[in-house]
């Protein structure tokens, strides 16, 4: 490349260097130059660079003249033709669509039922109160009889009985008794000390009361017992009982009549011989 260069600048004319303005040092160095140019192995290298420079162009046009051949030829041959395209599947007729069925007539919804108008609820039976109030009478003694099957002894008229007062709860609901009174003949009532006892259904409450008698008079003695209770909600409820003492002579019964005696049978007749 140095030496390309030393041979450009060799060509400059006279003319151009005498113009120049170069300093004493360049000319002497110029000066050289042109001695080595003029020299014959410069000549010759000169020579053989411009030959080689020749050879090498004409060894790039042939190189050109080549691809350019090669690329008509190649443009000339016809494709290979690759495999043959499938022809489309033939497409299958389409199946008609069928029309879509007939919508069913609607039935109309039957209107809901009336309800049926509501039965009021009727209102809860008043708490019921019921008593039973029951007065006996018997000896007071081992034997315990009914003091109406007393035989009368008129020399011991004087006969100790008892007297018995129940009180039965038979309603449904619980009660308190809140009154019960005895009454001999027409004597003044005498309270009976079971005031506030509370009975459930089913309960009984008894009080005994002893007492003399004359088992002589023949006269009815009648003994009154009178009970009142109140249910839980205050409804009240009230019975009673009496019990006649009653030892009179028994009426005389009147005497049988005889029945009438049969007459006899009269015997039947003798038959003659």
């Not at 690759?82 to 007539?105: A, F, I």
């Not at 003694?141 to 011991?156: M, R, T």
């Not at 000390?193 to 409450?205: K, Y």
């Not at 009982?241 to 003798?270: I, K, M, N, Q």
Request: hydrophobic share 30%; with cysteine; charged share 20%.
């Amino acid at each position: 490349a140095d030496l390309h260069q030393a041979i450009n600048r060799s060509s400059i004319t006279a003319a151009q260097r005498i113009t120049m303005k170069i300093s004493k040092p360049a000319i002497v160095c110029a000066s050289v130059l042109s001695v080595l140019l003029a020299s014959p192995g410069v000549q010759a290298k000169r020579s053989f660079l411009f030959k080689e420079k020749l050879a090498t162009n004409n060894a790039m046009k042939e190189d050109e003249k080549y691809w350019n051949r090669l690329m008509q030829e190649s443009m000339s041959v016809p494709p290979t033709p690759g495999p043959p395209t499938p022809r489309p599947p033939t497409p299958e007729p389409e199946t008609p669509t069928p029309p879509p069925p007939t919508p069913e007539p609607e039935t109309p919804t039957p209107p809901p039922p009336t309800p049926e108008p509501e039965t009021p609820t009727p209102p809860a039976p008043p708490v019921e109160c019921e008593v039973d109030a029951q007065v006996s009478c018997v000896t007071d003694d081992d034997a315990a009889i009914d003091c109406n099957d007393i035989a009368p002894d008129s020399e011991n008229c004087m006969v100790d009985v008892v007297y018995s007062y129940v009180a039965e709860n038979i309603g449904t609901n619980d009660m308190t008794i809140t009154s019960a009174q005895s009454q001999f003949k027409e004597d003044t009532p005498l309270e009976v000390p079971i005031l506030g006892t509370t009975l459930a259904p089913g309960e009984t409450v008894v009080y005994l009361e002893q007492k003399t008698i004359d088992a002589c008079a023949n006269v009815p003695c009648p003994m009154t017992f009178e009970v009142e209770a109140e249910s839980e909600n205050g409804s009240p409820c009230m019975d009673d009982d009496v019990y006649v003492l009653d030892l009179s002579a028994p009426p005389t019964p009147e005497p049988e009549t005889p029945p009438p005696t049969p007459e006899p049978e009269t015997p039947p007749p003798t038959p003659e011989p």
